[in-house]
């Protein structure tokens, strides 16, 4: 007992102490031409955080953006979903930055141009942790917190984790609003989505995001985006980012954060496109299944009433991606917010 007792003192001051140590080093890289399977030409500056993690060594690309008007002391960290990269958020990087923000942009490991390990154990707390170990290589000690999709259930786990460097959490349609798998979406296993994802190419992805990010519409610049996902699909470590997604969508389901809004303690806006119908599972649910999932319209208000600081704005005709769709209202509407 007496070892045993030694030995959880030991990890309990390891693990409380980690996040308050920098480690890693921090280097310049090409924005543009091949990095980790990706070669999409990055809008920004980009750098290559470089840092041990699970007994490897793995890299998170990001983009440091600095404000192009005085700055006003804040940092945004912007936290991509799984079908997209740090770049999706150049319009609202500009936005923050206009208005006197420090923006940073990461790609998750298993991500676009950062690592793709050949294993990994997959959680939104260690994409938190690996976020906040970047925030303090940078010196970065409190941050405004914005996620989209997949970004946006890490953000909200962001809060909970670190809620004492958090000055605002704000989120574009996070997933997590439910328990897809208490509502009845069968287990996949992660070899069968690994097939899945190996199969991905331009026709797959456009025909999952025009119904679901975009309510049936296409623009031609909604390509840059499935473009960029194919690119790594089809890239040099293909079979790498195919594991590494089955291993997140895996993650996703089995990593709920909707059973804790309640203990989220920073200020938090939800923007919300109502006509978002997302739902991880979804397309291998029976039908029975999948009428009662997705109903965002329903689950924006229901988040926002469950978490204690929280206020809502809706965009009654957008969907998955509202930034994206309709940029200058979502943008219009977060910036208003972020002035209050």
Sequence with gaps: MRAFALVAAVLVGHFTS??????????????DGELNGS?????????????????????????????????????????????????????????????????????????CKSSKPDSYQYTLQQFC?????????????????????????????FGLMFPEIVDRIAVMNPIGLEDWRALGVPYMSVDDLYVSEAQSNYSSIRGYEQPTYYVGE??????????????????NEASRFALNQALVTDMALSDPVVYEFGMLKPRTLLLIGDKDNTALGKQWSPPEVQAKLGHYDVLGKQAAAAMPNAEIIEFADLGHAPQIQEPDTVHQALLGWLAK
């Design 18 to 31: 980690a996040p308050g140590v920098a480690a890693g080093t921090i280097g310049d890289v090409p924005s």
């Design 39 to 111: 070669n999409f030409t990055y809008p920004f500056p980009l750098h290559k955080y470089k840092f041990e993690s699970q007994r490897q060594e793995v890299e998170m690309a990001f983009m440091d953006v600095a404000p192009t008007v005085e700055p006003n002391g804040k940092v945004a960290v912007c936290l991509h979903g799984k079908n997209f990269c740090g770049p999706t958020w150049e319009r609202t990087a500009r936005e923050l930055a206009g208005v006197g923000y420090r923006v940073v942009l990461p790609d998750q490991v298993g991500f």
């Design 129 to 157: 942790y690996n976020t906040r170990s970047l925030l303090e290589a940078l010196g970065i000690e409190n941050v405004t917190v914005v996620g989209h999709s997949l970004g946006g259930m890490t953000s909200i786990r």
């Design 218 to 235: 296409w623009e031609d610049a909604y390509d840059v985006w499935v473009n960029m996902l194919v690119n790594i699909y089809q890239g």
